[in-house]
């Protein structure tokens, strides 16, 4: 299965280890961390992120701030909103998503099924 990449907002420390090892238990790798909330939409755009995790304090400010954090980096990523308390998650996801896939061949045809484009892994 294709790695997970993820961009991880500034946080308490144990908040952070926890988003670190489920990360990388998933399997996935924290492309980014500790990224300032002003840095967010640009780290984005930077790095094609697969999800981008922070505090709803830094995700959630205006609608244009998460739309640029769902399709900043080029494709759609997903947003997780961690509560402050990071009992709750809120997950933003662009919805509905369609891609054309032109030439159907079993390997396109399971990136799909994966989520991933067919260059993407």
């Not at 998933?26 to 500790?34: M, S, T």
């Not at 997950?91 to 045809?109: F, K, T």
Request: proline share 7%.
């Amino acid at each position: 299965m294709a790695e997970i990449r993820v961009i991880q907002g500034e946080m308490p420390a144990m908040l952070a280890a926890i988003v670190r090892d489920v990360a990388l238990a998933a399997p996935g790798r924290i492309v980014a961390a500790a990224v300032q909330p002003a840095k967010l939409i640009a780290t984005v755009a930077a790095l094609h992120p697969d999800v981008v995790i922070g505090t709803e304090a830094d995700i959630i400010g205006d609608e244009a701030r998460l739309e640029s954090l769902l399709c900043g980096g080029g494709r759609p990523a997903r947003v997780i909103a961690l509560s402050a308390d990071g009992r709750a998650a809120r997950l933003h996801h662009m919805a509905p998503h369609v891609r054309v896939i032109e030439d159907l061949s079993p390997e396109a045809l399971l990136a799909a099924m994966r989520g991933t484009g067919p260059s993407d892994g």
